[in-house]
């Protein structure tokens, strides 16, 4: 009789806080979003400076190229 009293109670407890519970995951939820959101934001602006960084990477070995063919006789 004891165990079922029990289960009850534990089991009134858990209803009780199952509104607290379900909350508690919106608010993770939201904060999650904002999170990736933000991952996004920063991943596009990472790609375009790399962008930048591989132009000015390629532009730097086309003048070693030509300083190259330059610099070798003939």
Do not use: C
């Amino acid at each position: 009789m004891a165990f079922v009293f029990w289960l009850f109670i534990s089991n009134l407890i858990q209803i009780l806080l199952m509104p607290l519970i379900m909350v508690g995951h919106t608010i993770q939820g939201r904060h999650a979003k904002r999170r990736a959101d933000s991952d996004l934001d920063i991943n596009v602006k990472a790609e375009g400076e790399i962008e930048v960084i591989l132009i000015h990477l390629e532009y730097q070995n086309e003048l070693l190229i030509q300083l190259v063919k330059r610099s070798t006789p003939g």
